[in-house]
């Protein structure tokens, strides 16, 4: 079966850094885009960035570019998630997904990992 697990998250200072992993199972990781995704305490999920197979950057949201970089590892089957100078604003529950790209859609998503980030 097809699973996604993002591990990584936690309490930390604003300021600080921390480095989130997904770890994918049951799929040919490499054949897919991965991106990540945070919702916050009401508010919608929103798009933090992407990588496309050959680890090049689709595009990040503007609230975190030059503070995030994303990575994947397609030997370890893992994407990554480097959230460098973390801000408060930046608390959220955080979701790895892939992207096909015969039809341009994520279609398998992780259960989430908590990253709170205290001022």
């Known amino acids: 079966q097809v699973q996604l697990v993002e591990s990584g998250g936690g309490s930390v200072q604003a300021g600080e850094s921390l480095r989130l992993s997904c770890v994918a199972s049951?799929?040919?990781?490499?054949?897919?885009?991965l991106g990540w995704f945070r919702q916050a305490p009401g508010k919608e999920r929103e798009f933090v960035g992407s990588i496309n197979r050959s680890s090049g950057t689709i595009g990040f949201a503007d609230s975190v570019k030059g503070r995030f970089t994303i990575s994947r590892d397609n030997a370890k089957n893992t994407g990554y998630l480097q959230m460098n100078n973390l801000k408060a604003e930046d608390t959220a529950v955080y979701y790895c997904?892939?992207?096909?790209?015969?039809?341009?859609?994520?279609?398998?998503w992780g259960q989430g990992t908590q990253v709170t980030v205290s001022s």
């Open positions: 997904a892939l992207r096909t790209y015969w039809k341009d859609t994520y279609v398998y």
């Open positions: 049951g799929l040919t990781f490499g054949m897919y885009g």
